[in-house]
């Protein structure tokens, strides 16, 4: 979604913003723009609707200064436009503001401010800021104290930059369910949304909580609270290699990211195994073991693929642990009034760590004094903070807005919770150490199916053809088949949908004909007859059939197969899983699309 950059110290603001602007594309934006400002004062602002490279290109040459601010957006109030892109200023040009989040009550404060005499040249609720900062400035008030002042005007979501031409020594920044995170360099400081912004620069950082400002100059920063208390704030360091951020040769992030997959769980599993007792180590949990005993439900939260990985994640709890477990979408949960249980153990998935309604459900249980558990990948992110405990997943950054490492990855993260879980209840010796040696062997396995790629694409350039798709998976098999349409439709556009396959002949197999192909899970398990006599069903209605399965179906019943390697069934479903995001990549590739920046779509939803 919208990214936000800052820098203020001895060299060119413009360079830095500019270079920040482009690696936060990856969150989705249509427009961008910065200002800057200096000693030798005055405000330049210069907005581009488009690509940061179309705001490269805009910057006039003399565009100097050593304190500036910059901005992608993502519209949600106003259309994508040179107007309406952020910096906004104030009448009288001194203040300008870049703004994450949504202003609830920007038509009201607009309303109030145009009375006072402010003129509005944009449709945001980003703009009332700058007029209502401004009206809050005085010769004498610092402009941390204007911003302070403003912000209790406010009523919905920020994380802002803001500066102001006359005080050039300073950039005031603000969070309120937006992230920002400042960044501590030799002599000058940077602010960003987004860490990824900043790591070429510093890896020391200081992350805002909710409700806290920060006054932020080139030797330094004070962060203080919506009610002028100072609160110290301890740095912290950001262990993601530069290059991580980076495509390393390959033609999309996404392709990269597919591809790093087996060092991402071994990174996930790293330190965890213990060969030992044939369980998992799980420092990060907060929870011993009699804690743990007590508990009698899993609850599972998270967005999109995060839900996804969460119903892997509750069908490993049950099998291993025999823990009634079950995932639901965050963004319902927090809206139905949940019931909270005191024995019932919460875990929040998110691969930012920053999806509002994520949070959102976080901050609800916790309010009822329920406990939750992180799956997160972004450390010090702000579901990371919230939560009570919980499980790093060390993929690494994830820069494609389709998760394919990151989604991997959650799911490792459950199956050594499972697998810890399952030890202190009634999973054998035997058994844990069957899960173990899975585990390890599973970098090797996602390697073999990475080696089929050339296969999977001829696959997915004759499929992406279609209209749409069905894809089909049974018990363990169904969270497969949703995330691999969901990764479908996200990067090629092409329309998906996912059913048990047990519910096929209960409606959508009237859908079924040669212009609908179905993709089928199809692990050579307990249930493979009942998947079989599905193909067969499909078949029979003149269907094409492309199996992902352990051993090729009879030639009668799929058209193609793809042949993943056997792990354990528990874990079957997270390797079926990789050759359908190699699907989606080729077909998105074969259709011509935005792999790594689909329409419409933002790396991290963080707005409600
Ligand atoms: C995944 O491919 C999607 N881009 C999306 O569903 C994503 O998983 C969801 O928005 C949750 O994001 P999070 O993991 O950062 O919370």
């Known amino acids: 979604m919208c990214g936000i950059v800052a820098y203020i110290g001895p060299k060119d603001a413009t360079a ?61 109030h106003g259309e994508p436009s040179d107007a309406n892109a952020h910096p906004h200023t104030d009448n009288a040009g001194n203040i300008a503001v870049v703004h994450n989040g949504i202003i609830e009550n920007a038509e009201e404060l607009r309303a109030r401010l145009t009375a006072d005499g402010a003129v509005f040249h944009s449709e945001t609720d980003t703009e009332v800021l700058a007029h209502l900062v401004a009206a809050h400035t005085g010769e004498d008030t610092e402009l941390e104290e204007a911003v302070r002042a403003a912000l209790k005007h406010v009523v919905g979501t920020y994380g802002i930059a803001v500066v102001d031409a006359r005080r050039p020594d300073r950039i005031v920044v603000a969070r309120n369910g937006s992230p920002i995170v400042l960044g501590l360099g030799e002599k000058e400081m940077f602010a960003a949304s987004d860490v990824s912004a900043l790591v070429r620069y510093t890896r020391q950082v200081v992350h805002l909580e909710d409700g806290e400002l920060a006054v932020v100059r080139a030797d330094g920063f004070r962060t203080f609270t919506e009610d002028a208390r100072t609160v110290t704030r301890q740095p912290s360091t950001v262990d993601w290699e530069v290059g991580a951020f980076d495509t390393g040769g390959y033609e999309h992030y996404l392709l990269k990211e597919i591809h790093e997959q087996p060092a991402a769980v071994e990174r996930t599993l790293s330190g965890r195994l213990d060969e030992r007792f044939a369980t998992a180590h799980l420092g990060g949990l907060n929870l011993d073991a009699r804690e743990l005993r007590e508990i009698r439900r899993v609850k599972i939260l998270g967005c999109g693929s995060a839900y996804y990985a969460g119903e892997m994640g509750a069908q490993l709890i049950e099998e291993l642990a025999r823990i009634p477990a079950h995932s639901e979408p965050a963004s319902e ?197 009942k998947n079989l006599t599905t193909l067969g069903e499909i078949k029979a209605r003149s269907g094409r059939v492309l199996a992902i399965a352990h051993r090729e179906p009879d030639a009668k019943l799929a058209d193609h197969c793809i042949v993943v390697p056997k792990s354990e069934p528990e874990l079957d479903p997270l390797l079926l899983n990789i050759p359908l995001q190699l699907l989606a990549y080729h077909a998105a590739v074969a259709l011509g699309r935005d792999v790594d920046k689909p329409r419409n779509l933002a790396k991290s939803v963080t707005v409600e």
Request: glycine share 10%; charged share 20%; aromatic share 6%.
């Open 16 to 76: 830095f913003l500019l270079e920040g602007l482009a690696r936060l594309e990856y969150r989705g934006y249509d427009s961008a723009g910065v200002a800057v400002t200096g000693k030798s004062g005055g405000l330049k602002v210069c907005k581009a609707k488009g690509r940061v490279a179309d705001l490269a290109a805009a910057v006039p040459a003399r565009f100097k200064g050593t304190t500036g601010i910059g901005h992608t957006r993502w519209a949600t």
């Open 333 to 529: 949960f927090r809206y139905r009034n949940p019931v909270i249980e005191a024995d019932t153990l919460y875990v929040a998935v998110s691969q930012s760590g920053e999806t509002y309604d994520t949070l959102a459900a976080v901050q609800e249980i916790k309010r009822k004094g329920g406990r939750v558990l992180g799956v997160v990948n972004t450390v010090g992110s702000a579901i990371a903070r919230e939560c009570d405990g919980g499980i790093y997943l060390h993929a690494g950054p994830e820069i494609s807005v389709a998760s394919t490492k990151a989604f991997t990855s959650t799911v490792i993260a459950f199956a050594l919770l499972a697998l810890h879980f399952g030890r202190i209840h009634d999973l054998s010796p035997a058994d844990g150490r069957r899960i173990v040696g899975a585990l390890k062997a599973l970098p090797g396995h996602i390697r073999q199916i990475l080696e089929q790629q050339d296969a999977i694409a001829k696959l997915a350039a004759e499929y992406a053809d279609n209209a749409g798709m069905m894809f089909i998976g049974r018990v363990r098999g169904y969270p497969v088949a949703r995330e691999g349409a969901q990764k479908l439709k996200e990067i090629s556009y092409v329309h998906a949908e996912a059913y048990p396959a047990s519910e096929l002949k209960h409606g959508p197999l009237a859908l079924i004909s040669p212009e609908l192909p179905t993709v089928a899970l199809v692990p050579d398990d307990e249930l493979l007859d």
